[in-house]
């Protein structure tokens, strides 16, 4: 059972950067490819960015490429989502998941552990 925790959600104006982190405890971390998805209010959950069990491999989505960065450090048990030139439309809820899928996973379905969410509010 892994449990996942995140943080480092917040105000930010346009164009501002957020560094969020999710933190696993209960299972080894790096048996694990982990994702990034958000849910705006009265939208579906969609993947935001993904990353294999050693960093060997990400995905990001064609929303986000070029100014969200997902990283993780085994060691630390932590996977982070740097985010920047934040856009109004990147406001939503952001949820970190845990996936035993050995290899990118961008389906909800494929993640079987998550977090409670941390929520990002851009304003412009």
């Known amino acids: 059972q892994v449990q996942l925790v995140e943080s480092g959600g917040g105000l930010v104006q346009t164009g501002g950067s957020l560094r969020l982190s999710c933190v696993a405890s209960?299972?080894?971390?790096?048996?694990?490819?982990m994702g990034w998805f958000r849910q705006a209010p009265g939208k579906e959950r969609d993947v935001v960015a993904a990353?294999?069990?050693?960093?060997?491999?990400?995905y990001y989505s064609d929303s986000v490429k070029g100014r969200f960065t997902i990283s993780r450090d085994n060691a630390k048990n932590t996977v982070y989502l740097q985010m920047n030139s934040l856009k109004p439309e990147d406001t939503a809820i952001y949820y970190c998941?845990?996936?035993?899928?050995?290899?990118?996973?961008?389906?909800?379905?494929?993640?079987?552990?998550w977090g409670q969410g941390t929520q990002v509010a851009v304003s412009s």
């Open positions: 998941a845990a996936s035993r899928i050995l290899r990118i996973a961008t389906r909800q379905t494929d993640y079987a552990y």
């Open positions: 209960g299972a080894i971390f790096s048996a694990y490819t």
């Open positions: 990353i294999t069990r050693f960093g060997g491999s990400t």
